[in-house]
Each structure stands twice: as C-alpha cells, then as structure tokens.
C-alpha cells in the first residue's frame, strides 16, 4: 500500500506523540545522526517532540509533514521558516525521518518532494539542510538537485561512541 501524507496540527502532533516518539527513537538506535546520541529513551524522544516541534507548530513557523502506512507513522520531515527578516525567503529542511521498517520504499523522496511543494507555496525560494557526510541521505539530496554548500569536519558527536563526524551543508534554489 502506498504511503499517504498528512501535515500534522498540533492536535495531531498530541494525539500521535507515542508514534512520533518511537518514529524518532527508532532512528536515533538504527544510528541515524539527527542530533541525539546514545542512550536515548521514549522520554527523550518524546520529549524533543512537545518541546521542540510542537511549540513551533503552534506558532506557525514550522511544519511537520509525517508519512503513513496503514495507519502507522512511517516517516517524518520538518520545515522550518522561522527566521530573522532578512532570510523571509529561505526555509530549512529539518529531522527527514523515516523507521527502519519502512525504509527503501522511496517515502524519504516523496517526503522531500512534498515538503519542497509546500515551501514554494509559502512562499520560500531557498532551502537548506545539513547531513552527516557520506551517509546515505546525502545522496538523496544530491538526487533531488541539493547543491554542497561545503563540509564542516569534527561537526557532531556520532550517535554511538566517542567519534566526531563531518556534516555536510547543502541547499536548493526553487
């Protein structure tokens, strides 16, 4: 069954939080370098969902695009516009999550592409977003026409363990 998509209120965001708490802690322990490390538990998890996403949701300057299979949260992109009067045209692409059950069924690209559609609408002529270096997100993005921007070395702290990863800064010009 193809996946549907749904931006999320923050009703929604309330209703779903166990879902959206797992979606998040299933990543972080498949090793996914989205800003969180190992241990992570569903408090934390949950946790970066009411108070991160949700208060900004409430206030109107972010969007969170979540992808379902049967019923069940398969994936999960953010858009974020809050930013300072200078940079009204660009938006960043934050947190494209999708469960590891779910992954190699193209949800990552229809996420990205459904999230690039509603930026032209607000409307937003610039994205960025940053990845670590050489994973395989960052050929996704290169696939969908991201330009590098330049590679910060040392950037983040890997998931697991003490190494420290390069992160990789692109952005796409809509």
Known sequence: MPPSFSFFTPADIRARLPELGALLQDCVLDGASIGFILPFDGAASQAFWTDNVLPAVTRGV???LVAEVEGKVAGAVQLDWDTNPNQAHRAEVRKLLVAPAFRRRGIARLLMQAVEGRA????RSLLTLDTRSS??????????GYVVAG?????????????????????KQL
């Open 62 to 64: 972010r969007l969170l």
């Open 120 to 123: 032209r609408q607000l409307p």
């Open 135 to 144: 994973d395989h997100a960052e050929a996704l993005y290169l696939s969908l």
């Open 151 to 171: 590679s910060i070395p040392g950037y983040a702290l890997a998931p697991v363990g003490d190494r420290l990863d390069a992160t990789t800064i692109l952005y």
